[in-house]
């Protein structure tokens, strides 16, 4: 008899794959179906209910499903990418709805809804999601249709509190859509805390290879608007290729080791920077003294992710330029550390501060990563 996947942990859920075997061979890892078309019988009827790749395919609804359960959703779509899978909840809003989006988010996203969906007609109004006096009275002004969340926020590492917002947003029938990138669920299940929806950039730590672009979106229920989600999907036609799926599903059975060390890591840095005199300040939100932290220990749980920035006392390029191990590239969450400065990428219109250099902790040994430090922020 094999394991009842219903009720066994989420990493076993996601080692195991749910406990995929393929029918056929016995094999314990999916093949890749490249088949872009499925077959019909005689009577003209889909042999397997799969119609098209646009819409349908196996590896799609193998990671779905490992993502929906550790989501906790009911449903899941997979997306090209992160920005996909953002652009995809927004597209299924309407001409004329309202938007409120926090002061801190990842700035590319930001970029589209600013570029595309502000002249496609969504009202949208930038909101400190911190702040929950600020939230209450930005949804008592004019009725909204979405609460965009992200937390914690990319750079800066802003904490939202989850639960507050829905219930502020509840009351005025806002939706609530979180970008949960950074704690994946490992740390926090946005829609055990009452979201709608939770979006993952796949590419981060869910893949967590560097080596496959993706989007995820997660819903609790299957309602009205996922069914025009997963309809723009299939007409837009943004989704992953079923190679991309593989790779992610293959990345996704080692989530919990990784998250799990890398939030150990970047704990262990940030303790170990923090009050440093070459450094300004660490912005974690595992310290104490960090203003989100008392948000995080509530919504977060076995730690609180591998993404940390730190501000230096000088040159933060310079800094950037004498790391040895850190890798100078943008994107995260992989498992091999990386070191942005997201000032220069971001260029001119960038509000992130000058000094300010973010990490993504790898899997490799901390004490090479504090030492690496150690030697880039100088005497
Ligand atoms: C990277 C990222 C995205 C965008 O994801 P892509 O896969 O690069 O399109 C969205 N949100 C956050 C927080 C990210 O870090």
């Not at 029918?23 to 314990?28: C, K, P, S, Y």
Request: hydrophobic letters at 45%.
């Amino acid at each position: 008899m094999s394991a009842d996947f219903s009720i066994l942990d989420p990493e076993t859920l996601a080692a195991q794959a749910l406990g995929f075997v393929d029918v056929g061979t016995g094999g314990i890892v999916p093949p890749v179906f490249p088949s872009t078309t499925y077959v019909r019988d005689e009577a003209y009827e889909l042999v397997s209910g799969r119609l098209y790749s646009r819409a349908d395919n196996p590896n799609y609804d193998l990671v779905e499903e490992v993502v929906a359960r550790l989501e906790a959703g009911a449903d899941a779509a997979v997306f090209a990418s992160g920005n996909a899978a953002g652009a995809a909840i927004f597209q299924a809003l309407r001409p004329g709805d309202r938007v409120l989006i926090p002061a801190v988010m990842y700035w590319a996203l930001r970029g589209w809804i600013m570029n595309w969906a502000v002249p496609w007609g969504l009202k949208v109004e930038e909101v400190d999601m911190t702040d929950l006096e600020a939230v209450r009275i930005a949804l008592a002004n004019e009725k909204t249709a979405l609460v965009w969340i992200e937390t914690p926020a990319n750079p800066s590492l802003e904490v939202t509190d989850i639960a507050a917002v829905v219930e502020l947003a509840r009351e005025v029938g806002a939706r609530v859509a979180v970008d949960s990138t950074f704690a994946t669920p490992v740390h926090t299940q946005p829609l055990v805390l009452g979201a709608d929806l939770v979006m993952h950039s796949a590419t981060k730590y869910l893949n967590g290879h560097s080596d496959v672009v993706a989007g995820i979106v997660v819903t609790r229920e299957k309602d009205a608007f996922w069914d025009g989600l997963k309809k723009g999907r299939f007409q837009a036609g943004h989704v992953l290729g079923p190679f991309e799926a593989w790779l992610l599903l293959r990345g996704l059975r080692t989530l919990f080791v990784r998250v799990r060390a890398q939030s150990a890591a970047a704990m262990r840095i940030a303790e170990r920077f923090e009050g440093d005199l070459r450094v300004e300040k660490v912005l974690y939100p595992g310290l104490p003294g960090f203003l989100g932290h008392e948000v995080a220990r509530k919504q977060m749980k076995e730690g609180f992710g591998g993404m940390m920035s730190i501000c230096v006392n000088g040159d933060a390029l310079k800094v950037a330029g004498r790391l040895q191990l850190f890798k100078r590239a943008t994107s995260l969450g992989g498992v091999e550390s990386l070191v942005e400065h997201r000032a220069t990428v971001e260029g001119a219109e960038s509000s992130v501060a000058k000094n300010l250099l973010r990490l993504s902790v790898g899997i490799e040994s901390v004490e090479d990563l504090i030492a690496d430090l150690d030697q880039a922020l100088g005497r």
